[in-house]
């Protein structure tokens, strides 16, 4: 078995880089094959531009979506993209590993998902969700937040967590991943800020020690249920007798906060 990582914090030595050495650790203990991508030391650029194409299809206008399928089209994918997306093709699993800034991941990994999520090669109309390039895969995100449990909770002051992850999970699944349900280290920046040195150590040896063990059995992380094409009608939306999993495809419209 294969797994690929993806981290994205800009400090070698962080705690994010910490759990991402673990997932790796646990990982090979049970025999697989793990290559990591870290984003920030490999300088990998989020922003999509004119000059990743040597052959752009319209030199005039840059249209982004063009671009990705003619390169796609030609085999003139961007180096950097093209290394990403054949070890995605190898891994069996791909672990997500970020910090949550602004209640969303650093700029880097969303940039990753534009350039490597790329039209044509990796997903069309046609090809995404139960018909995606990476069907038969699971994806599990990794996340630290800075406060605790209850602050993410469905009434946290910091928002419902499952809805704070759907966006990503959700591109996650539209290329066709089975996603797992993510392993959240809660109260990371807080504990190291405000607690005493060796309660902070303990706890964060206990949060990694936890992440070990989870993948240790990755076998039996649920799935986190997802709409498949058939659930939409020819108008894009959800059919009557389709299933609903997420607040973010609903059967109707919320009643009005009073």
Known sequence: ??????VAHPEPKSYNAHLAATARTALERKGWSVTVSDLYQMGFD????????AAPLD??????????RQASATQTIPPDV???IARLDQADLLILQYPMWWHLPPAILKGWFDRVFIYGDVYTS?????????VGKKAMVSVTVGTSEDTYAYDGRSGDIDLLLWPINF????????VLEPF????????????DPAAVEARLKAIASNLATTLSTVETIPAIPFNQMAHWGSDGRIK???PVYSPFIRRKPELPLE
Do not use: W
């Open 1 to 6: 078995m294969r797994a690929h990582i993806v």
């Open 171 to 178: 591109s996650l699944a539209y290329g066709g991943f089975s």
């Open 240 to 242: 009557p007798d389709a």
């Open 184 to 195: 959240i280290a809660y109260g990371v920046e807080a504990g190291l800020r405000y607690s």
């Open 59 to 68: 030199r005039s206008r840059f249209d982004v979506q063009s671009e990705q």
């Open 82 to 84: 093209a290394d990403e």
């Open 126 to 134: 046609t090809k995404r969700f139960e018909n995606g390039r990476f």
């Open 46 to 53: 989020p922003c999509e531009r004119p000059e990743h194409y």
